[in-house]
């Protein structure tokens, strides 16, 4: 017998869980990304077109290589990562392969007084948007050591125009290092609050659903048992009249602490609302 048939029916909340949250903004984030990239190799497209020069063509071939690249390989695989742990090693590669094509387009422009120099900062900056500090360290180390190396290997490099690159390089890596901190405290806080309740601890009537499907699907494929325990406090609603909700508030954290405590670490507890309350005990 399923929990379905046990009679224990549950339709999934409207309101979104941490996971489901941070999996759509990894989902916009590369929506935002391609559009980004697409628009500023039209800028570079134009540019090169426009400006002429000795290696026009290998520039135009690598711009529109570039955005092909990004359409064909970073879009159509990045969005079926954004739900895996290769998500943010897979977005990494795409910094650094950034850095490789506008490094690239400094050269065949001339070195660090051609204006494509300032799309090298584009990658750095919207890097902050979604990885980690550390992440973004590691790639403002890596662009810094790009402008060099382009500002030392062209014709046309000017010391100054590669310091002034170098430099405005590592002043983009601390602002968004610093963004990339808050950011990560700030997202940590809303997935946290969304995954468990303010008042008692336990995981958010969203949160319990999302892990007891999942549970379920692991049992029926496995053939293993799960037991789900149903909770509830009696009477709630008169000890708010006569006791005041402090009291009632009182009640449900006894309650939460209770189940929590009474549960093995591989337990899960929940509150389904109100006075209600359910733990699922795998493998029992």
């Known amino acids: ?23 759509s903004y990894w989902r916009s984030y590369v929506h935002v990304g391609v559009v980004s990239y697409l628009l500023g190799g039209v800028a570079v497209l134009g540019y090169a077109l426009g400006a002429g020069g000795a290696h026009r063509v290998a520039l135009v071939a690598l711009d529109v290589a570039s955005m092909a690249a990004t359409i064909t390989v970073f ?8 739900d895996t742990p290769w998500r943010t090693p897979f977005f990494a590669t795409w910094t650094l392969s ?15 007084r051609s204006p494509l120099s300032y799309l090298l900062v584009m ?7 979604a990885y980690s500090r550390r992440t973004v360290v590691t790639l403002t180390a890596v662009g810094v050591v790009v402008a060099v190396v382009v500002g030392a290997t062209t014709d046309r490099g000017s010391a100054a125009a590669t310091a002034l ?31 468990h309740d ?19 699907r692991r049992a029926q ?36 602490d209770a189940l929590r405590t009474a549960s093995r670490g591989t337990d899960l507890v929940g509150r389904l609302g109100g006075d209600e309350f359910a733990v699922i005990l795998p493998e029992s």
Do not use: Q
């Not at 929990?3 to 996971?19: D, I, K, S, T, Y």
């Not at 879009?75 to 954004?82: A, K």
């Not at 950034?98 to 660090?112: C, Q």
């Not at 610093?178 to 969304?194: D, F, I, K, P």
């Open 165 to 195: 690159l170098a430099t405005a390089m590592a002043v983009a890596g601390v602002l968004t290092s610093a963004m990339a901190r808050s950011r990560a405290r700030l997202t940590g806080a809303l997935v946290e609050a969304a995954n």
């Open 1 to 23: 017998m399923t929990w379905e048939n046990a009679g224990f029916h549950m339709r999934r909340p409207a309101v979104r869980g941490g996971v489901e949250l941070e999996h």
């Open 98 to 112: 950034t850095y490789l094509f506008v490094g690239v387009g400094i050269g065949l422009d001339g070195g660090t």
């Open 198 to 216: 303010s008042l008692t601890g336990c995981m958010t009537r969203r949160a319990f659903y999302e892990r007891l499907h999942h549970e379920a």
């Open 123 to 129: 990658p750095l900056l919207f890097a902050g948007l």
């Open 75 to 82: 879009w159509w695989i990045g969005l079926r990562l954004v």
């Open 221 to 256: 494929r496995y053939g293993t048992p799960f037991t789900l325990v149903l909770a509830d406090l009696d009477n709630l609603k008169a000890l708010n009249d006569h006791g005041g909700h402090e009291a009632g508030d009182e009640a449900l954290r006894a309650l939460s």
